[in-house]
């Protein structure tokens, strides 16, 4: 059974830089046609993508944040990670990081893992 | 940019069918998928493709998608049933996923 976890502090200062790990583990994050990615989720609001990476390292991002976000991969150690720069209040949220499944026309994310709370304050 | 539009909240009582919708342009020319949340837990996609379940998503969800408009139905709804539900779709045209603003489902 695959499972994803978030790791990562849960406070981050203004201005500063959110960084986020995703572990996975029942599977292989170099497996042909999947994306891993990032999801978020202000308090009591909904879901917002924030980009994808393929498994051959090609990136997505929201447009709304893709001067500020950064997506890897690190196969070797079956994670991928999320980097946001430039964090204000705005950015707090509950982070998911979420396996989908890759096809001609999208993709759709089958696995979460539990979501992780980032705060944005000084 | 490519929006889809869900309403607020649906109820419904036990044992009736619920329909929730999510409506963009054109979306019956993508592919809309449908995710549930209960409190405190993660999203669960319930539906993918517009019409297929999961592995273990009960027979009572169905999805269809025509139009303007995605729809998911629960057959027979069960209070366990009760979560926000999203909508997601892919806009080919700038590379985004991209949710419904979500529906509350009261089962009462």
């Known amino acids: 059974q695959l499972q994803l976890q978030e790791s990562g502090p849960g406070l981050v200062k203004p201005s500063e830089t959110l960084s986020l790990t995703c572990t996975v583990s029942?599977?292989?994050?170099?497996?042909?046609?999947?994306?891993w990615g990032w999801i978020r989720q202000p308090p009591g609001k909904g879901l917002e993508w924030i980009g994808s990476?393929?498994?051959?390292?090609?990136?997505y991002y929201n447009p709304s944040l893709k001067s500020r976000v950064t997506i890897s991969l690190d196969t070797s150690k079956n994670q991928f990670s999320l980097s946001l720069s430039s964090v204000t209040a705005a950015d707090t949220a509950l982070y998911y990081c979420?396996?989908?499944?890759?096809?001609?026309?999208?993709?759709?994310?089958?696995?979460w893992g539990q979501g992780t709370l980032v705060t944005v304050s000084s | 940019s490519y929006e889809v539009t869900q309403p607020p909240s649906v109820s419904v009582s036990p044992g009736q069918t619920a329909s929730i919708t999510c409506s963009g342009d054109?979306?019956?020319?993508?592919?809309a998928h449908w995710y549930q949340q209960k409190p405190g837990q993660s999203p669960v996609l319930v539906i993918y493709?517009?019409?297929k379940r999961p592995s273990g998503i009960p027979e009572r969800f169905s999805g269809s998608n025509s139009g303007n408009t995605a729809t998911l139905t629960i057959s027979g709804t069960q209070v366990m049933d009760e979560a926000d539900y999203y909508c997601?779709?892919?806009?080919?045209?700038?590379?985004?996923?991209?949710f419904g603003g979500g529906t509350n489902l009261a089962v009462l």
């Open positions: 054109k979306l019956g020319d993508k592919y």
């Open positions: 979420a396996r989908s499944r890759y096809f001609s026309s999208g993709h759709y994310s089958d696995y």
């Open positions: 029942g599977g292989s994050t170099s497996s042909n046609g999947y994306y």
């Open positions: 990476i393929f498994y051959d390292g090609t990136t």
């Open positions: 997601q779709a892919w806009d080919s045209s700038t590379a985004k996923v991209v």
């Open positions: 493709q517009n019409n």
